[in-house]
C-alpha cells in the first residue's frame, strides 16, 4: 500500500473515486479474491454481513467496523451486525449522522475526532457503551449505481485513516455489493413466502370461526402483527342504527365504540369506500381525540380500510393504529386490504350467527320474564318448551314436562286440553278458552287457555303453542283495585294481605273536589259533550291524584272523592293530599289554557281537605261491595270544599292538616267556621301555591296585610281591620275574601256582635 497522508483538514468530506488508481498488486487482488470466497460462504445475510465486517476490521486495523443497510419501507438505515458487544439492532433514518449523510450524497468520509463533527450523533455510543473517535464511512453501491447502505469503520488503530484505507474499503464494498444485493433479494422473497404462508394459516384458523367474539379477537390479533402495529379495531356497520361499532378492539380490553357510520376517520372510510393512511393523526381534522381520551392511548398514525364483502357491499372497516417504528406504507394498505377482502365472508357468516344467537336468547329472556305460562309443542304433540311461569302455572319441574307428549302429560281431568290441541292442528286456527280450570297436583288453577298454531315458512304445521294466564283471586282483585288506587299502591295492599280489606279506623287524609256551575255546562254541552268533559276532566284529575299516592274512593257526578293514608300509609299523606290537590289546580290550568283555543269555556272547581280519624273498608251487600271511607273526617273535608264557594276560594285545609304538614306551603288562615251539624269550630286556610305572579299578583304582601286586617277584626277594630283589607285590595284587586271582610266590618259597625263573641263564622249550608 501508499505511505499514508494525513489530510490537512481531518473532517473534510472525500469522495471515493469510483476506478482504480494504477495497478492493484498481486497481494491485494488476493485479498480481495479471499473476500470473494469468504462472503459467498455465508448461508444467509446475517452471515455475509458477519463476514464483511470481520474483513473489514482486519484489513483496516480498527476496533469496529459496521454495515448499515436501507430499509425502503421505513426509510430507515439498519445494522445487524457489527463487532462488539452490540446485540441490539440499530436504526436511524437515512439522512441522519455520518452514515446518514454518506448515505444520501453518496460521499466517503472520514473522520478523526467524531465528537468535533456536527453530524455525529453520540447517542449511539451512549446506547453500546463504544466510545468513538475516528470514523471511516463510505456508500456501497452496486454496479448499476444503485445505493443498497453503507460500511462504517471505527478507531484506527496507532495512526489515523488514510486516503489509502478509503480506497482499501471501497474496495471491499465493490467486491460484496453483489452478494449484499442478492442476499437482500433473497431475504425479502423468504419474508414475503414467510408472510404468504402465514396470511393463508391465519385465514383458514379464522374462516373455521363461527362465534362473533372469538373471531374478532382473532382479526385484531393477526392484523396487529401482520402490519406490525400497535393497536387494531375492526368496526362493523349496524344496519338497523347506521352506527358502526366495536366490542373487541386489539390492545382495547373489553372497550366497547359505537357511533354514527358518517363520523370521524372510520365514518369517512366506510361512507367513500376508500382507505385513509394518515401519518400525523392529530394533524387530520377528522380524527377525534376523545377516542384516546378514553382509552388512555395517544394515537400517532393510522391506517383505516373499508370490509367489502363478494357482493361489493361495505360492511365495515378495519382500523390500525401507530405503525411500529415510522408510519404505514402502501405494502401495509394493499396487504390489509387482500386480508379483509379474505375474511369477509367469515365475518358475515359470524355475524348472521351472532344475530340468529341474540335474537334466540331475546326470545327466550321475554318467554321466562312472561308471568303468563307458554308451551310449545313439535308437529308429533311432543312438548318441547315450557317457561318459569308455565313451570309455576302446572305446579312442575322441566324433567316431569318436556319430552312427553300431549296425551302424557294432560290426562284424566284435563284431557279436554289434548282435545283443544287436536283441533288447532287440525283447522290452523287459534282456540280460546276463558276462566278455565286445570288439575295440578292436589290443587285447582283457574286459567285463560289459548292454543294457538305455529306457523314456518319451510314447514305447513310446525307445531303449536299454548298460553296460560293465571287469573287467581289475587290477580282479579288487583286488576280491580288498580281502577281505584294507583297500581304500585294496589301491589302493595296485596302483598300486605286480605285483613287491610276490611273494616279499619285509622288516621288519614280525605280530599273532596267538585266543578263549579257544572249545571250551566251541562246545558250549553248536552249529553255527549257532558261525558266527553268529564272523561277528559277526570283522567287529568286522577292522574294528579295517584301520583301522589292517593286512593280515588268513587265519582260523585262531577264530584272527586279520594282518600290519602289509608289503607296504607306513607306518612307524609297530609303533604301528598295538599300536593295532590295543588297539581289539580295546575293541570287544570294548562287544560283551560287548550279549551280555550277551541272556544271552549274554561272549568272551575273548588278543593277541601281535611285529616282526621276516618273508617275504612269493604262496604255494601254480599253482592255489591265497595271499598270506601266514612266518617267525620271525610265529612269535614266535603263541608271545606263546599266553602270554597262561601270564600271564593279553590283550595281550602283545615287546621288538622295544616298542623301535620312536614313542607313549607304559602298558606293564609281564611276564618274560624262552626260548620252545619258542628258546635266545635274548625280553622279553616287557603293553600294558593297553585298561583302565579300573573294569576295572583304582589302575594306576599297581600297576606301580610290581610293577616292584619284578621287580627284586627278579631279584636273588634273594624275601622282599621278595613284599612288593613283596602291595602290588600290595592296590591291585588282580584282578592275577593278581603272584600267579604270588609262588609263584615262594616255589618258588625252597624250591629255589633255579642260580647262573648270570638270571631267564629257559623255557616249554615253544607
Known amino acids: 500500500?501508499?505511505?499514508t497522508k494525513t489530510p490537512t483538514k481531518a473532517n473534510k468530506p472525500t469522495e471515493r473515486r469510483s476506478g482504480k488508481s494504477g495497478r492493484q498488486t498481486d497481494a491485494t487482488a488476493e485479498f480481495l479474491l479471499d473476500v470473494f470466497h469468504q462472503v459467498a460462504q455465508g448461508k444467509n445475510l446475517d452471515e455475509k454481513l458477519a463476514s464483511i465486517v470481520e474483513i473489514t476490521s482486519k484489513a483496516l486495523n480498527v476496533e469496529r467496523s459496521s454495515i448499515f443497510l436501507e430499509d425502503q419501507g421505513t426509510g430507515e438505515l439498519y445494522s445487524r451486525v457489527a463487532q462488539g458487544n452490540l446485540s441490539q439492532e440499530i436504526r436511524i433514518l437515512n439522512n441522519a449522522g455520518v452514515s446518514g449523510y454518506v448515505f444520501t450524497t453518496g460521499k466517503s468520509l472520514f473522520i478523526q475526532d467524531?465528537?468535533?463533527?456536527?453530524r455525529f450523533d453520540p447517542s449511539v455510543d451512549k446506547r453500546t457503551g463504544f466510545t468513538t473517535k475516528s470514523i471511516l464511512c463510505t456508500p456501497i453501491k452496486t454496479a448499476t449505481g444503485e445505493t443498497l447502505g453503507v460500511a462504517q469503520a471505527m478507531n484506527k488503530k496507532k495512526k489515523l485513516f488514510s486516503q489509502d484505507d478509503l480506497q482499501m474499503l471501497g474496495a471491499i464494498t465493490d467486491q460484496v455489493a453483489v452478494f449484499l444485493q442478492s442476499a437482500l433479494f433473497v431475504e425479502k422473497m423468504e419474508k414475503l413466502r414467510a408472510e404468504e404462508a402465514e396470511f393463508l394459516s391465519v385465514v383458514s384458523e379464522i374462516s373455521s370461526e363461527i362465534q362473533l367474539g372469538p373471531l374478532l379477537q382473532k382479526i385484531m390479533a393477526a392484523v396487529t402483527k401482520m402490519v406490525n402495529a400497535e393497536r387494531s379495531t375492526l368496526f362493523l356497520n349496524d344496519e338497523k342504527t347506521n352506527e358502526l361499532y366495536t366490542e373487541i378492539g386489539q390492545g382495547l380490553g373489553a372497550t366497547k365504540i359505537r357511533f354514527?357510520?358518517?363520523?370521524?376517520?372510520?365514518?369517512?372510510?366506510?361512507?367513500?369506500?376508500?382507505?385513509?393512511?394518515?401519518?400525523?393523526?392529530?394533524?387530520?381534522?377528522?380524527?377525534?381525540?376523545?377516542?384516546?381520551?378514553?382509552?388512555?392511548?395517544?394515537?400517532?398514525?393510522?391506517?383505516?380500510?373499508?370490509?367489502?364483502?363478494?357482493?361489493?357491499?361495505?360492511?365495515?372497516?378495519?382500523?390500525?393504529?401507530?405503525?411500529?417504528?415510522?408510519?404505514?406504507?402502501?405494502?401495509?394498505?394493499a396487504r390489509l386490504k387482500a386480508f379483509t377482502a379474505q375474511i369477509s365472508i367469515g365475518l358475515e357468516n359470524a355475524k348472521l350467527f351472532d344475530d340468529v344467537q341474540n335474537t334466540k336468547n331475546y326470545v327466550e329472556s321475554i318467554l321466562e320474564s312472561m308471568s303468563n305460562g307458554v308451551v310449545t309443542l313439535d308437529k308429533e304433540k311432543k312438548i318441547v318448551t315450557c317457561n318459569a311461569a308455565g313451570l309455576r302455572i302446572l305446579n312442575t319441574s322441566e324433567a316431569e314436562i318436556i319430552g312427553l307428549q300431549d296425551t302424557e302429560f294432560f290426562t284424566d281431568v284435563n284431557s279436554w286440553m289434548v282435545e283443544k290441541i287436536d283441533h288447532v292442528a287440525k283447522v290452523q286456527q287459534f282456540d280460546v278458552t276463558m276462566d278455565a280450570e286445570l288439575e295440578v297436583g292436589t290443587e285447582k288453577v283457574s286459567v285463560n287457555i289459548t292454543v294457538l298454531p305455529l306457523v314456518s315458512t319451510k314447514e305447513a304445521k310446525p307445531g303449536s303453542m299454548i298460553l296460560l294466564e293465571d287469573i287467581t283471586s289475587e290477580k282479579r282483585v288487583k286488576t280491580t283495585m288498580s281502577r281505584y288506587m294507583d297500581p304500585g299502591l294496589a301491589d302493595r295492599l296485596l302483598a300486605?294481605?286480605?285483613?287491610?280489606?276490611?273494616?279499619?279506623?285509622?288516621?288519614a287524609t280525605a280530599l273532596f273536589s267538585d266543578i263549579r256551575s257544572f249545571t250551566t255546562l251541562t246545558e250549553e254541552l248536552g249529553a255527549q259533550g257532558t261525558v266527553s268533559l268529564l272523561n277528559e276532566y277526570f283522567t287529568v284529575m286522577v292522574d294528579c291524584i295517584q301520583k301522589e299516592g292517593g286512593i280515588l274512593d268513587k265519582f260523585i257526578g262531577d264530584a272527586i272523592m279520594a282518600v290519602f293514608g289509608t289503607p296504607l300509609p306513607h306518612g307524609d299523606d297530609e303533604d301528598r293530599a295538599v300536593r295532590a290537590g295543588i297539581s289539580m289546580l295546575t293541570d287544570l290550568s294548562v287544560y283551560n289554557h287548550e279549551r280555550a283555543t277551541h272556544g271552549k269555556l274554561p272549568i272551575k272547581m273548588g278543593i277541601g281537605i281535611n285529616t282526621g280519624l276516618i273508617v275504612s273498608g269493604n262496604i255494601g251487600s254480599p253482592k255489591r261491595m265497595d271499598f270506601t271511607v266514612i266518617g267525620d273526617g271525610v265529612n269535614l273535608a266535603a263541608r271545606l270544599e263546599s266553602a270554597c264557594k262561601q270564600y271564593a276560594a279553590n283550595l281550602l285545609i283545615s287546621e288538622h292538616t295544616l298542623k301535620k304538614l312536614r313542607g313549607i306551603y304559602r298558606v293564609r288562615e281564611l276564618d274560624q267556621v262552626i260548620v252545619k251539624g258542628k258546635t266545635q269550630p274548625v280553622g279553616v286556610h287557603e293553600v294558593l301555591d297553585y298561583h302565579s305572579e300573573e294569576t295572583f299578583p304582589n302575594l306576599m304582601e297581600v297576606l301580610n296585610h290581610f293577616k292584619d286586617g284578621v287580627t284586627k277584626y278579631r279584636r273588634r277594630k273594624w275601622d282599621k281591620a278595613i284599612d288593613a283589607f283596602k291595602e290588600a285590595l290595592t296590591l291585588n284587586e282580584a282578592d275577593r275574601i278581603s272584600q267579604i271582610y270588609i262588609d263584615r266590618c262594616q255589618h258588625y259597625k252597624e250591629n255589633p256582635p255579642p260580647k262573648d263573641w270570638a270571631g267564629v263564622w257559623t255557616m249554615t249550608s253544607k
Open 496 to 507: 300486605s294481605g286480605e285483613e287491610l280489606l276490611g273494616g279499619k279506623s285509622s288516621e
Open 1 to 3: 500500500m501508499a505511505k
Open 114 to 118: 467524531a465528537y468535533a463533527d456536527t
Open 260 to 333: 354514527p357510520n358518517h363520523l370521524g376517520i372510520a365514518g369517512t372510510v366506510f361512507q367513500s369506500r376508500e382507505s385513509v393512511n394518515i401519518p400525523y393523526a392529530y394533524a387530520d381534522l377528522r380524527f377525534n381525540p376523545s377516542f384516546d381520551k378514553e382509552t388512555g392511548f395517544f394515537t400517532r398514525s393510522i391506517l383505516c380500510t373499508p370490509v367489502v364483502n363478494k357482493d361489493g357491499k361495505t360492511i365495515g372497516v378495519t382500523q390500525v393504529l401507530n405503525k411500529v417504528g415510522g408510519s404505514f406504507q402502501a405494502e401495509d394498505e
